[in-house]
């Protein structure tokens, strides 16, 4: 698992989290998650506070409600390697890399849009 997943995964409750904690936690350097959350503050996955150092998830990830499907419904799952400056549209929410490497999305979605996840394209 990439360590922006892991990140996400670790705090996930919408709380300020130490970056500290997150590479205890991870078993990482503080370099990494740093750098990763850097990154992701960019991509407005996460608020980050430099002068903290601290960490929490943006206010817009946390209002996407993970509702249950309905039985039989199966999601769509798909990837996208987004170029540098680059941008696409899925469900009327654009999505931009305003990074100057390509960073790779991950999606699921059924009749919304469920799960983004996104890591670096080596």
Known sequence: ???AAEIL???NNGSWHSLKDIAKKLQTSIKNV?????????LGILVYNE???KAKLSSWILDLEEKGQPAGRKSAVGSIILPPEGQVAIQ???ISNFLDKPV?????ADTK??????SKVE
């Open 1 to 3: 698992m990439q360590i």
């Open 9 to 11: 995964q670790t705090i």
């Open 34 to 42: 740093t750098d990763e959350a850097k990154t992701l503050s960019e």
């Open 51 to 53: 002068k903290a150092s």
């Open 92 to 94: 009327n929410i654009v």
């Open 104 to 108: 790779e999305l991950g999606i699921r």
């Open 113 to 118: 849009l469920k799960e983004i996840s996104i």
